[in-house]
């Protein structure tokens, strides 16, 4: 069991939580003008790097979505922050 850190719950088991997707990734506009080749490396193709990362997590407890940087290797959590810009 791992602890993750969410911003407005605080540490709770890692069974409460859901991957949201990688951050930073830039949705393709505008929508109606994007080929499927292109839809479908925005919605599958993901940098995967080796370390740390920051990925955006749901909590399904209290529903938020928030920013959560961790280390693809060792599994340790670094930090969250709420996609409302407080710091945890
Ligand atoms: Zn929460």
Redesign the pocket.
């Known amino acids: 069991m791992q602890l993750f850190p969410?911003p407005?719950?605080g540490p709770?088991d890692e069974t409460e939580f859901h991957f949201g997707g990688e951050a930073g990734k830039v949705r393709p506009e505008p929508a109606a003008e994007v080929d499927a080749a292109r839809w479908s490396r925005y919605l599958h193709v993901n940098a995967n790097p080796r370390g740390a990362t920051r990925e955006i997590w749901v909590?399904a407890?209290?529903g938020?979505f928030f920013l959560m940087e961790r280390d693809t290797v060792t599994h340790a959590v670094i930090g969250s922050q709420s996609l409302r810009g407080e710091q945890r």
């Open positions: 969410c407005f719950c709770r909590h407890t209290c938020e």
